[in-house]
C-alpha cells in the first residue's frame, strides 16, 4: 500500500511542477529536457538563478529579425 501512495504522489508531482516548467522552457526557447533539473534538489535553485540571468533564445531570435 505504501508503494502506491509513493507512486501516486511521484506522478502528481509530475503534472503539478513538470508539465508547467516544461511549457515555461518551451516558450522561453530552452529544452524542455531541462525540466529534470526541476525535480533535483538544490539543482532546481541554482538552475533557476542561471536561468534568471541568462539570455534566452527567444530574445536572441527576436533580435536577429529585427
Known sequence: MANSS???ALLVSIVLIGFPVWR???RLGF???F????FI???NVVSLWLLSYANW???RAT???T
Do not use: D, E, H, N
Not at 525540466?35 to 526541476?38: F, I, Q
Open 24 to 26: 515555461i522552457l518551451t
Open 41 to 43: 534538489p538544490v539543482v
Open 6 to 8: 509513493g507512486l501516486l
Open 57 to 59: 533564445p527567444i530574445q
Open 63 to 65: 533580435v536577429q529579425t
Open 35 to 38: 525540466t529534470v533539473l526541476a
Open 31 to 33: 529544452s524542455p529536457w
